[in-house]
């Protein structure tokens, strides 16, 4: 079967992961059939050393990734300032395109059009005294308690297990230098170990209450310019750059996997930037559907535009623009 490229129009309902096990199990299930199938590339078609190993679909989803935080925006800057798909404006659109697509595979995969992607609410773990022991890191749900010394996840459906050649692992990553290598190893944790704590409902709601007593009233605009990681805005904060903090300081308190360009190894990506996505989906119930840059911003910001094309191999002619209502694929059991 061919990888979906396009979201399937048919509203589905989002759910907590934590709450719904129907749409837990269901999520495991289809990331296991999409780690096992063979798309129609190979290694050798991303330019990967080695011999040619078939990319599997999920896998695709990786390079994907990689491939964005690796192209500058503009051409010739710096990624590590701004690229086509973070640090910038695009970070939102251009990760829920990234998750309507792989909400697709996962539906196809499943033979359930009815599938919704479930989000992980970590701010609800972030109020724990232990986040680590919160059930999303339990085996029947997440599993794997990495830590520093053993980062390897050895429990729950991502467990590795060396001897299972079609088990959960980790093929395509990162060099130094971005570049994709092949490799053939478990997932990665390592909680609390490059940030202390998650983010708590605390500072979800100061991200989206602007006007509060006390509020940021910067936070009431979707973003600022020079659009890059030192924006003030909501999408600055949503990504946590400015202040450091939310999407940021999830990715960094998980570690290891998670922390790197090739993040989405970890099936946990999915679930934390439905949570960011759903985020999204609460400002603009309060802000409205609205987006910065417009079309007449500087040709320097082409990609983060809000009627340009996001720069993607896949889900291309998506701009933010025409992904801003979403009510047509999905909606959220939810809003905080
Ligand atoms: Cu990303």
Redesign the pocket.
Known sequence: MAITTEAVEMAVVRKNILTDTVARDAYIAGVQLLKQENSAFTTADFGIGGPAAPVRTYDLFVIW?IWAMRTPVPPGGNPKMRNA??MGPIFLPW?RVMLNLFEANLQRVLGDTGFGLPYWDWAEDGELDHPKNSAFWQPDCMGGTGTLLAPTVMDGPFAFKPAAPNGFRVRIATNQNLELVQVDRGLRRAFGADEDSLPTHDHVSAALHAGAPGGNPSLATYDFTPWDRTSKGFRNCLEGWNPYGLHNQVHAWIGRDMGLAS?PNDPVFYLHHCNVDRIWAGWMSRHGRTYLPGRTAPAILKGHRIDDPIISPLGGAATPGTVLDATNLFTYDVLP
């Open positions: 990734h798909a973070h990760h993040s």
